[in-house]
């Protein structure tokens, strides 16, 4: 059976709610090898608020390690497509704790890959190299500790440990794979290459109503929970994780898969939950986004099928983070899905853009046709947050730059920086 740990910070130091975790499994001495490079793994998805594991774990998490002797410590990550790893760390101050407590930063969107295959999928994809080498190649060497946050998500119920390996692959490679038929398969495949040897949720704040919540509406996406949720089985430390936010296995289809592959425990009945029982969490926090959309916005979905892991969910979630956090402008027309009613599409003022090949497939050169004059943007994959952003920004009148809390200098100079060691991330032209 294996154990799961909760462990409830609010009456006691972050420290303190750490050291509760790893003496559940005897202590952190019992749990961590003492050679090697501990391999610290956050969301750090983006740096806007509450995105990203909270900066107040991180740092605890280094200073207990410090403090506990380890002294090679790694901070690794590979943000979302159209951002950086190298930006993200400075805004989110995740650089500045790694040269406090020496730790180094590990940008997986910069230097060489490698390609592996697999579990699944007949076509390699790329990883970076340092992954590959220290972690597949040489991971008897060195420990993997994975620390998410505690978020619901509109395209995927849940993203926790398990989903936290989607940073592996390089940003081309994420794209095409974010259907509902694939993109499940994508995330149990991930965790089947590369397991975390140990997890610890963030759960200072749960973020309700999707991944990546407007600033402008964290008031209606955070629930304060002060919770570390820990365990040596990534997958029955998100079985639990799922069970807080009020989603069984059966509802959250990577973690079902990863069960039935025989990659960990999912079975509840079989988990020993240690600390706080989980009869305290009796709400079910949605997943779903707040739908807060421009009302000049015109929205076109297809009537066959408009996947909310792809086209669907990528593009409502950035409408809404642009129409919240930077009041863009209205007066276009968004298109995604299969089965496009050409009726919808009549006597339409304003500029469109078409997302995902079924409807860039269906419509577009049609509405170039009808509408000459009109600008006609199209995104072809299911998943190219960049270049979806990108328009919908130019559509609402928002330059990428305007979106970056950053001195533009620092930020060229960052993302110059980036680009000298060879950056794999896809970044917006006015970014970039």
Not at 106 to 134: N, W
Not at 285 to 298: A, E, I
Request: aromatic fraction near 6%.
């Amino acid at each position: 059976m294996q154990k799961v740990v909760i462990a409830d910070v609010s009456q006691q130091t972050l420290a303190e709610g750490i050291e509760e975790v790893f003496a559940a499994f005897g202590g952190v001495k019992q749990v961590i090898p003492p050679e090697g490079t501990v391999f610290i793994k956050p969301n750090g998805v983006h740096f806007s608020p509450q995105t990203h594991t909270d900066p107040r774990v991180l740092e605890a998490l280094l200073a207990f390690l410090r403090d506990h002797g380890y002294g090679r410590l790694a901070v690794m990550e590979n943000c979302t497509n159209g951002n950086l790893t190298r930006l993200v760390f400075k805004i989110t101050g995740y650089a500045a704790l790694c040269r406090r407590y020496g730790a180094e930063a590990v940008y997986l969107d910069e230097g060489p890959t490698v390609g592996v295959t697999l579990r699944g999928e007949e076509e390699p994809v790329q990883i970076p190299r340092r992954l590959y080498d220290d972690l597949i190649a040489q991971r008897e060497g060195h420990f993997y500790l994975s620390l998410p946050k505690l978020k619901t998500h509109c395209m995927t119920t849940v993203t926790l440990g398990v989903k936290n390996q989607q940073a592996f692959p390089v940003h081309a490679e994420r794209m095409a794979r974010h259907t509902h038929s694939t993109l499940h398969r994508r995330l149990a495949a991930l965790y089947d290459l590369i397991r975390p040897d140990f997890c610890l949720i963030e759960g200072l704040n749960a973020v309700i109503h999707g991944h990546f919540p407007a600033t402008a509406l964290l008031e209606e996406c955070l629930v304060p929970m002060n919770l570390l949720i820990g365990g040596h089985d990534t997958l029955a430390v998100d079985v639990v994780g799922a069970r807080v936010l009020g989603y069984s296995v059966a509802e959250v289809e990577h973690l079902r898969l990863a069960g039935e592959w025989g990659l960990g425990e999912s079975d509840l009945n079989h988990i020993e939950v240690v600390g706080v029982p989980l009869s305290r969490f009796t709400e079910r926090y949605p997943s779903t986004l707040l739908r807060r959309f421009h009302p000049d916005v015109r929205i076109v979905e297809g009537k066959v099928q408009a996947c909310i892991e792809g086209c669907k969910g990528n593009s409502e979630c950035i409408l809404e983070m642009l129409t919240n956090d930077y009041h863009g402008r209205g007066g276009w027309t968004l298109i995604f899905g299969q089965g496009i009613d050409k009726g919808e599409l009549e006597d339409l003022e304003g500029d469109f853009l078409v997302v995902g090949p079924c409807a860039v497939g269906e419509v577009a050169d049609w509405l170039k046709a009808k509408y000459p004059r009109r600008r006609v943007y199209t995104v072809n994959e299911h998943n190219d947050l960049m270049l979806n952003t990108t328009y919908q920004a130019r559509l609402m009148g928002i330059t990428p730059v305007m979106m970056v809390p950053m001195n533009p200098v620092l930020s060229a100079l960052t993302l110059a920086q980036a680009r000298l060691r060879g950056l794999t991330a896809r970044v917006p032209p006015l970014l970039g």
